[in-house]
């Protein structure tokens, strides 16, 4: 059963850090991109930053770039983003997503497992 598992959410100020993790069991994906997506409320689910197989294989929404990083330990299946310089408009509920094997993709209806999400909410 393929499950993925999100951590490290919480509550922080405006200008704070946060780093989600993601957990991935039940398969390798060695051969998935990974990605994190963040819906609001009444919103839809945007796409945040995505990694490939390649570790240099990186991509960002223009709203996260220079502020968010995403890695991978493809050896313990899981995927970071660490957030710093956090903002009020990065309160979402974040999703680790997988889309694969051997596809690059930023947009939600490519990824073929999800997690049930992490809160983040930055106070002003």
């Known amino acids: 059963q393929v499950q993925l598992v999100e951590s490290g959410g919480g509550l922080v100020q405006t200008g704070g850090s946060l780093r989600l993790s993601c957990a991935a069991s039940g398969r390798t994906f060695s051969s998935y991109t990974m990605g994190w997506f963040r819906q609001a409320p009444g919103k839809e689910r945007d796409f945040v930053a995505a990694i490939g197989w390649s570790a240099g294989l990186t991509y960002y929404a223009d709203s996260v770039k220079g502020r968010f990083s995403i890695s991978r330990d493809i050896a313990k299946n899981t995927v970071h983003l660490q957030m710093n310089s956090l903002k009020p408009e990065d309160t979402a509920v974040y999703y680790c997503?997988?889309?694969?094997?051997?596809?690059?993709?930023?947009?939600?209806?490519?990824?073929?497992?999800w997690g049930q999400g992490t809160q983040v909410t930055v106070s002003s």
């Open positions: 997503g997988a889309s694969g094997p051997w596809r690059f993709s930023m947009i939600a209806d490519g990824y073929d497992y």
